[in-house]
């Protein structure tokens, strides 16, 4: 229960933050820099395959991108529950995924201060970012299941194409595609639990006021 609290109390401080514009801007341009350097990164990748797979081929910088349209809307006054849903679970399921590949290659490799270091810390930010805003601004069962519909084309597509970057070599690909896999139900779920969190503190929050009164 004291994680559960910790968790109650650092999302309450996040929610805080991401009510104020500056906030909400400086998260934009984070998240718009993200996503032109993600699709860089996955130039020569996108020109090797038809255009209408480019969006289930540059994966975090999708994710990045949706975080974009997601705090975009937010500033405008608005939301946009799908675009929400697609942001919160694909900045967990790519940060996570992410780190994990990279400290496995760091596992036989060792660690080294080059781009790997970059991709683990900025992806770290992507994971932090999902949680974080999953449970301060969550959208509802129907969004997740969209995002969840999308996220397992996504990993359809990316194993039927072989022709992408992976940080590991040939022989962990069955360990690559099963984390993926399963990753994707895991942060769904996650984001359920963290919209159950958000209630129980809006219960908690309502109570205490008509204590008060």
Request: net charge positive; aromatic share 12%; hydrophobic share 50%.
């Amino acid at each position: 229960m004291s994680f559960v609290n910790t968790m109650l109390r650092v999302s309450g401080r996040f929610g805080s933050l991401v009510t104020q514009r500056w906030t909400l801007r400086g998260l934009l341009a984070v998240n718009v820099l993200g996503a032109a350097y993600g699709f860089g990164w996955y130039g020569d990748q996108l020109a090797g395959v038809p255009v209408w797979l480019w969006p289930l081929t540059a994966d975090s910088p999708m994710s990045f991108l949706f975080a974009s349209l997601t705090v975009a809307s937010w500033i405008s006054g608005r939301r946009w529950p799908v675009m929400e849903g697609l942001s919160y679970l694909g900045l967990l399921k790519y940060g996570f995924w992410t780190m994990l590949i990279v400290a496995r290659h760091w596992s036989r490799e060792g660690i080294a201060l080059d781009i790997d270091l970059f991709l683990f810390i900025s992806h770290a930010f992507m994971a932090a970012q999902g949680l974080l805003l999953g449970l301060t601004r969550g959208p509802g069962p129907s969004a997740l299941a969209i995002a969840l519909l999308w996220y397992l084309g996504n990993d359809y597509v990316d194993y039927l194409h072989p022709g992408r970057l992976t940080l590991l070599p040939v022989p962990d690909l069955d360990l690559v595609r099963s984390v993926s896999l399963a990753s994707t139900p895991i942060f769904a779920v996650m984001l359920i639990w963290a919209g159950g969190l958000r209630g129980r503190a809006g219960r908690s929050a309502s109570s205490s006021a008509r204590n008060a009164g």
